[in-house]
Structure formats: C-alpha cells, structure tokens
Nanobody, 123 residues
Framework: QVQLVESGGGLVQAGGSLRLSCAAS????????MGWYRQAPGKQRELVAV???????NYEDSVLGRFTISRDNAKNTVYLQMNSLKPEDTAVYCC?????????????????WGQGTQVTVSS
C-alpha cells in the first residue's frame, strides 16, 4: 500500500506565506506526476499546481507568481510554497501522486490522494 501524508497547513494573515509538504511512503517503484489540489467550501476541487518527475510545472492561473511547486524524488516528497496568500486561497489542500508499483514482472500505475490539510487565510 501507499500513503501520502501532508503537513504544513494552518492559519495565516493575508500577505503571509505557508509551505506545504506531502511525503509518499510504502510500496513505491517510482512516482510520475505529483500535484496539489484544493477545495473550498461550496466549490469544486481544482488543480493548483502539478510537477512531473523531470521537474516540469503547471499552475492554475490565480496562483501564478505566488505559489511554487517543487519535489525531491529521493524523498518521494512534493512541496508547495505559497506566498502572498489571499483569503480566497482558503481551502483544504490535498496532494495527489501517480505511483508506479511493482506488479508481477512489471509495474502498474496507481493514483493516490492524501488526506488533506486546511489552509485558512484571514483578511
């Protein structure tokens, strides 16, 4: 089995910063894309940022220039540095990973989610 464990959420004033971490553990052969999603009350879940194993990134428009996604492949960990936070960034942030696990003589891809961490930005 594979687990994703997030940390780093909390309460911060507008304009402040937070750094989220998500560590994957378990039966892992390799991890392809890793990403951060968020869901605010009454809204649909949205992709915030995604990073490939090679380091290519993509961001949701509203966080461009404020958030930075990075990863440490040796630690199976993805990070989200969030600067210049706004009240509208308030949400539960979840990490997601495309994990390859050994299956027979090859590997099979599985998708996993973390449990989520609350980020609250006060005005």
């Amino acid at each position: 089995q594979v687990q994703l464990v997030e940390s780093g959420g909390g309460l911060v004033q507008a304009g402040g910063s937070l750094r989220l971490s998500c560590a994957a553990s378990g039966s892992i052969f390799s991890i392809n894309d890793m990403g951060w999603y968020r869901q605010a009350p009454g809204k649909q879940r949205e992709l915030v940022a995604v990073i490939t194993r090679g380091g290519n990134t993509n961001y949701e428009d509203s966080v461009l220039g404020r958030f930075t996604i990075s990863r440490d492949n040796a630690k199976n960990t993805v990070y989200l540095q969030m600067n210049s936070l706004k009240p509208e960034d308030t949400a539960v942030y979840c990490c997601n990973a495309d994990v390859r696990r050994i299956y027979g003589i090859g590997t099979t891809a599985y998708n996993y989610w973390g449990q989520g961490t609350q980020v609250t930005v006060s005005s």
